[in-house]
């Protein structure tokens, strides 16, 4: 049984720092986060921050031990709070060239993808993903 956590985001956060192969520290500075426990233990989190309210975009950062969770109603509320809670017109995901599992996942729920060059260094590109309210509103998780 999966439940989702909104009232421990320093919990939720943490595990997300921890299970982000290269976040390094950099910490979330402001945020929010909502998290997926499963039989007590927290498996997946997604932390809200650099909120922008004047251009109304949030990043989102995620992560997760176990592709369970990915259940439409958990991924309803996901998006729920940055597209009707905050009113963000588009969230954004940095996510590594190399991680392509969260690539596929971005791809699969309907966010453009731009390539931007070394952006994580000389060896290495990060791509940005980007999803307005509109593409989430007409995806068939939302539907």
């Excluded at 995620?62 to 009113?87: Q, T």
Aim: net charge neutral.
């Amino acid at each position: 049984m999966f439940n989702i956590v909104v009232s421990e985001k320093k919990l939720v956060a943490d595990f997300v720092e921890k299970n982000i192969d290269d976040f390094s520290g950099r910490g979330f500075g402001e945020y929010s986060a909502i998290g997926v426990r499963n039989d007590g233990d927290i498996i997946a989190g997604v932390v809200y921050h650099n909120w922008d309210p004047n251009a109304r975009v949030i990043e989102m950062s995620a992560a997760a031990i176990s592709s369970k969770w990915l259940l439409s109603g958990v991924l309803h509320r996901i998006f729920e709070y940055p597209f009707k809670e905050i009113d963000c017109q588009m969230v954004v995901l940095r996510v590594s060239e190399k991680n392509k599992r969260m690539r596929s996942i971005a791809k699969r729920f309907g966010f453009d993808e731009i390539r931007i060059p070394r952006l994580r260094g000389c060896e290495e590109d990060e791509m940005i993903y980007t999803l307005t309210k509109e593409q989430w509103q007409n995806s068939p998780f939302e539907r």
